[in-house]
């Protein structure tokens, strides 16, 4: 069995200061965030293998903020689905799990009150790549004496293990690859030593429909229809996927009319599926090798290749995160007459002249997922209708962050940034007006490649 300092040096594991494990404190918290699963969870397999070397009980913590800034009721929906299957299955391990509601945009303080009455020994959380350095310290300040550790549950190769900002798929693909021996692997599960007796009679808000109307929530953006949330659901579709779609794939994935990919964005957003499940999946079943080559760069090169981006360029969520090629050349193009300039209420009531556009734009805000071929048409012509870069970015930001089911996502904005910005991508010839030499897609030129009047038609206003 490994020791506490074998735990702490493992390279998913980061010590988030100075302080020693408090050896009279009463149990080990994992703060779950991210990573909202009881199944292949590093972070939680983490604080039981912790819990049991200092033989303490594990208790989780889960705070829902009360007014969240960029979550509506589409997102929250879909959270709290999957977070009552993750309750159950954490519960049925004999680990406590306790769910509150945090006033105000911060779960700090309502989680510092709970660790001043449990007496943690050490607090483990789920690790998050837009987090600094900085944000780490200050929120490992409000827990009592326990130190902080986070641990990377969202990636396959730990996100700090690639130690700066990768230019593109090319430079990040070898590293991640040099690795993926050593990380791409099954998460070993545990059971717990102490089980969670709750003696200070903690109470935990029960995880129904209801804990949504106790929340100062937006509203206007009602749940997706399509997706179920939970970890259950992630595996039904994560092996219909395998058996129907994935032989395929690497040929169809850019069909939008055939729903050829896997649709797993919402699962992996909330952490109720874990990248580790998805690639086992994929890399150890029998569809052709080029279908799994496909599909395992987009799930391990694509996503952790966002991940970096979020955690090395402070900003991510606008045009300035972009590389100076990219900011030089629609500088030079700002000028540049636009033939169509749209409202953000116009383009979110799907109101151009553009009928594949308005499909895509339905598709977002009626079912709350687009295609990938399609997010990156209607970016690209976001920009196009707007007048500026800087506009476009935020707008897309906006929107997509909105109505997306997996918005608010290291790939959303690692989609926007490529789509407007050029990041991880090279200037494009000939330098066209409004783009400069960022890639352009057409309309002829993106509806030649599928049959568009069959997602035009899905996709129809009436
Ligand atoms: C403008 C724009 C906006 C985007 N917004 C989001 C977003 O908000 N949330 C989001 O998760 N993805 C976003 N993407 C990336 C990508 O389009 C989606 O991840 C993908 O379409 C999700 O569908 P899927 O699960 O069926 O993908 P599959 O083809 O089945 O791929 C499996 C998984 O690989 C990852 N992946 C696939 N493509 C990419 C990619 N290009 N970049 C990074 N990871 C990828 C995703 O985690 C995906 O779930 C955006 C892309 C663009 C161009």
Not at 21 to 50: H, K
Not at 412 to 423: H, L, R
Request: charge should be positive; include cysteine.
């Amino acid at each position: 069995m490994s020791s506490l300092n074998d735990l702490a040096s493992n390279p998913r594991v980061t010590v988030r200061d100075g302080r020693v494990i408090d050896a009279r404190g009463e149990c080990v918290v994992y703060r779950m965030r991210r990573a909202q699963r009881a199944l292949d969870n590093p972070a939680l397999e983490t604080a039981i293998a912790v819990a049991n070397l200092l033989e303490r009980p594990l208790v989780v913590f889960f705070g829902v903020l009360r007014c969240h800034p960029t979550a509506n009721l589409r997102h929250f929906t879909f959270m709290l689905e999957g977070l009552k299957e993750t309750a159950e299955q954490v519960l049925l391990r004999r680990i406590g799990f306790v769910v509150k509601i945090c006033g105000g945009t911060s779960s700090h303080q309502e989680f510092a009150r709970f660790c001043h009455q449990v007496h943690p020994s050490v607090v483990i959380c789920d690790e998050h790549p837009a987090r600094r350095a900085a944000q780490w310290r200050q929120e490992a300040m409000l827990y009592s004496n326990a130190p902080l550790w986070s641990v990377d549950a969202d990636v396959i190769v730990p996100s700090k293990l690639i130690d700066k900002e990768q230019f593109s798929a090319r430079t990040i693909r070898p590293r991640l690859r040099a690795r993926l021996g050593e990380f791409l692997i099954p998460v070993k599960q545990q059971s717990v030593r102490v089980p969670w007796k709750n003696h200070r009679a903690i109470e935990s808000l029960p995880i129904t429909s209801e804990l949504a109307d106790q929340l100062a929530l937006d509203r206007s953006v009602g749940p997706a229809s399509g997706f179920h949330g939970g970890t259950m659901a992630a595996l039904t579709a994560l092996h219909r996927f395998v058996k129907d779609r994935l032989p395929g794939y690497a040929t169809n994935r850019n069909h939008p009319e055939l729903a050829a990919t896997s649709q797993l964005s919402p699962y992996l957003h909330f952490g109720q599926i874990g990248p580790h499940t998805v690639a086992l999946a994929v890399r150890d079943s029998a569809a052709p090798v080029e279908d799994r080559e496909a599909f395992l760069e987009q799930i391990i090169v694509r996503r952790e290749l966002a991940v970096n981006f979020v955690r090395y360029n402070r900003n991510f969520r606008h045009l300035a995160g972009v590389e100076p090629w990219a900011r030089a050349t629609l500088q030079r193009h700002s000028g540049d007459k636009r033939p169509h300039l749209y409202s953000e209420r116009q383009l979110t009531n799907a109101e151009t002249h553009d009928a594949l556009w308005n499909a895509a734009q339905r598709q977002m805000v009626a079912a709350g997922w687009m295609h990938s071929y399609m997010r990156m048409y209607w970016a690209k012509k976001i920009l196009e209708w707007s007048p500026s870069g800087d506009e476009a970015y935020d707008l897309c930001v906006r929107l997509n962050d909105r109505y997306e089911l997996d918005g608010r996502d290291p790939n959303g904005y690692a989609g926007i940034a490529w789509a407007i910005g050029g990041k991880h991508d090279r200037p494009w010839g000939p330098e066209r007006p409004v783009y400069g030499t960022i890639r352009y897609m057409s309309f002829a030129s993106t509806s030649r490649k599928f049959d568009y009047r069959a997602y035009i038609e899905k996709w129809s206003d009436s």
